[in-house]
């Protein structure tokens, strides 16, 4: 019992110290879950859905942001996609695909000094939209590309 | 263990630019295999970059980044001879980390 109560006070402590040190700037959210894995946000299946997970209420449409992708990709499997954003203060850069089953890609984190640019390639179910999400100073931006899969690249 | 990384760091102007290509299956958990049992999700979930002991791009990754994958950036403050290092870890807690000496331009 008495041994009990010991590790409750000192847990209690503990997590009061991680608050604590959160509160005093010692850890920055984004540096504490660097390891973390948003899987609210990995698992949703809508745009909006996802936007939400990744902490935007909204976002708006930016044409200072350029998604460079092939219009058919004829192997949704390989789809190489670069996204650049002109936006100041890019901290953030994600790829969502419209209609894959899981609608999050990638979520890329541009410390300062990286440029706003990635290229990857990913995987298409189906014909899709692709969005192209920055978080820029706090807020959410996004552009949008259309493309076309001759074969899927899930399943199959 | 996975295949090493292969990571190409060369000067471009004032930047290093990077390109990596990451040797791993990128499982989706969605395909069936030949006898129709559903192949269970394995892919990388979390990739880190640093250099000079600090982070110059991380990412999460969710299942529908190729097979294979392949990440182009660049970045500001490296020296040619100085290393990039890159690790990822997936969702089996594997990990890997590899190392490239950043080239001249």
């Given amino acids: ?156 | 263990m996975a295949d090493p990384m292969r990571i190409r760091a060369n000067m471009a102007g004032d930047k290093v630019e990077v390109r990596v290509l990451m040797s791993h299956e990128m499982e989706t958990g969605q395909r069936k295999d030949a006898k129709g049992a559903l192949v269970p999700a394995h892919f990388i979930q979390n990739v880190t970059v640093t250099h000079a002991g600090k982070t110059v791009l991380s990412a999460q990754w969710g299942t529908s980044i190729s097979k294979n994958p392949f990440m182009h950036f660049r970045f500001k403050g490296g020296k040619p001879g100085e290393k990039v290092i890159i690790g990822w870890v997936d969702n089996r807690g594997e990990r890997r980390t590899d190392e490239a000496v950043i080239g001249g331009g």
């Fill in chain 1, 1 to 156: 019992m008495e041994s009990k109560r010991r590790d409750i006070l000192k847990a209690g402590s503990g997590a009061g110290m991680l608050a604590l040190a959160a509160a005093a700037g010692l850890l920055k959210p984004r540096e504490a879950f660097a390891q973390q894995w948003n899987k609210a946000a990995f698992e949703s299946k809508s745009v909006a859905a996802t936007l939400k997970a990744l902490g935007g209420s909204g976002s708006t449409e930016s044409a200072q942001i350029q998604i460079t992708a092939p219009d058919i990709a004829e192997n949704g499997a390989v789809v190489p996609i670069t996204i650049e954003s002109g936006i100041p203060k890019t901290q953030a850069i994600a790829i969502l695909i419209e209609k894959n089953p899981n609608t999050l890609s990638a979520d890329f984190d541009i410390p300062e000094g990286t440029d706003p640019f990635i290229t990857t390639r990913v995987k298409m179910a189906e014909t899709s939209n692709i969005y192209a999400v920055v978080m820029a100073d706090g807020k959410y931006f996004h552009t949008v590309k259309e493309i076309k899969v001759t074969l899927g690249g899930c399943g199959g």
